[in-house]
C-alpha cells in the first residue's frame, strides 16, 4: 500500500468533500430549473473529481496546490457574478482554503483579486449597510488568514531547520542526509548523471578534544566547515554524518572531478592553522554511484575507500 503524505492527504480530503458537497446543490438546481447555477456547480465538482484522480494518481501536490486555489478563485467568482451576493458565503470557506494551499503573499493577492473583481461586476443587490458588511468581512477573514498562515509557515521553517539541521556546525543533519541520498538514487531511474560522495573524517579528533577540550574541539569543527563551504559550490551540500565525520555531495560531479574537490578541501585543511595553532588533516574516502547502489551501499563504499586512507597513513584521499 502506498503511504501517502499528510499534504496529499488534505488535497484528496479537500476535493473529495468538497465534490461531495457541491454535487448535490448541482442536482437541486437543475430541478428546480435554476439551470446556469446547476451547470456552474455540476463543472465544479467534475473538475474537482478530475483534481482527486490527479493528486491520487500522480501524487505531484506542488502543482496541484497552485491548480486548485485557482480553481476555488475562479469557481466562486463565476458563482457570485452569475447568481449574485446570495453566493458570496462561498467566499469564506474559498478563502481558508486558499491561504492553506498556496503561500500568504500569493494568497493575499488572488484574494483581494476576487473581492475586487466581484465588486466591480457584481450589481448591488442589497442595501450599502449589507455592502460595506460584505466588503468587510471578507477582507478581515483575508487579513486574519494571512496572520494565521503566515505564522503558521514561519513554524514549519523553524520547526524543519530544528529537524534537518546540525545545531553546532549549521550543516545537514542525519535525517537531511537520509532525504538526500534517496531523493538522489531516486532521481537516477528517471534520468542518469554522475554523482558522487565523499565521505570525510578528521584525523585523530578525539586527542584534540582530550588535549585540548571539547569547546576548542567544537570552534575546530565549525572552522572545518566553514572552510568546506568556502571551497565547495553553492549547489553542493555538506552534511555531518557523525561525530567528527562529514558527506559532500557534490552536485553532476562525476569521479575525477569529485576526487580533486576532496584533495583541495584535504590539502586548505592541511595548511589552515587553527586555534592554538592546531593543526589538523582529513582521510577522505570518494564513491561514485552505481546503478545498483542503495543509500547505505553507496556509503558503505565510500567507508571502505576512507578506511583504506587511514589505514595508508592518513591525509590521504580515496
Not at 285 to 309: C, F, S
Request: glycine share 4%.
Amino acid at each position: 500500500m502506498i503511504k501517502r503524505t499528510s499534504t496529499e492527504i488534505v488535497l484528496l480530503s479537500i476535493s473529495g468533500l468538497t465534490t461531495l458537497i457541491i454535487f448535490p446543490f448541482a442536482v437541486i438546481r437543475w430541478h428546480s430549473n435554476d439551470t446556469t447555477i446547476a451547470i456552474i456547480d455540476a463543472v465544479i465538482s467534475l473538475t474537482l473529481a478530475i483534481f482527486f484522480v490527479f493528486v491520487f494518481k500522480t501524487r505531484r501536490v506542488d502543482v496541484a496546490k497552485y491548480l486548485l486555489a485557482i480553481f476555488l478563485a475562479v469557481a466562486a467568482t463565476a458563482s457570485i457574478v452569475v447568481k449574485g451576493q446570495t453566493q458570496i458565503y462561498w467566499l469564506y470557506p474559498v478563502f481558508i482554503g486558499i491561504y492553506y494551499l498556496i503561500p500568504p503573499k500569493v494568497a493575499t493577492g488572488l484574494c483581494l483579486i476576487i473581492i475586487t473583481t466581484v465588486l466591480f461586476v457584481t450589481p448591488i443587490q442589497s442595501d450599502i449597510i449589507n455592502t460595506l458588511t460584505i466588503i468587510f468581512t471578507t477582507t478581515l477573514t483575508s487579513v486574519l488568514a494571512f496572520i494565521i498562515f503566515r505564522s503558521h509557515e514561519k513554524k514549519l521553517v523553524d520547526s524543519e531547520k530544528l529537524a534537518t539541521i546540525d545545531p553546532l556546525t549549521s550543516t545537514g543533519n542525519r535525517r537531511a542526509l537520509d532525504f538526500k541520498l534517496s531523493e538522489l538514487v531516486a532521481s537516477q531511474h528517471r534520468g542518469a548523471y554522475p554523482m558522487c560522495l565523499i565521505l570525510i573524517d578528521l584525523d585523530d579528533f578525539k586527542h584534540i578534544n582530550d588535549d585540548y577540550g571539547h569547546s576548542i574541539g567544537d570552534k575546530i569543527l565549525v572552522t572545518t566547515c566553514n572552510l568546506i563551504r568556502d571551497h565547495t559550490r553553492i549547489l553542493d551540500s555538506l552534511y555531518r554524518y557523525g561525530g567528527d565525520e562529514f558527506i559532500i555531495m557534490p552536485l553532476n560531479m562525476d569521479l575525477n572531478s569529485a576526487k580533486r574537490l576532496a584533495e583541495n578541501i584535504r590539502s586548505i585543511i592541511e595548511r589552515y592553522k587553527f586555534i592554538s595553532d592546531i593543526k589538523l588533516t582529513l582521510s577522505i574516502g570518494v564513491a561514485e554511484h552505481k546503478p545498483d547502489d542503495t543509500p547505505e551501499g553507496w556509503i558503505r563504499r565510500a567507508d571502505t575507500l576512507l578506511y583504506k586512507a587511514k589505514n595508508n597513513g592518513r591525509n590521504k584521499v580515496f
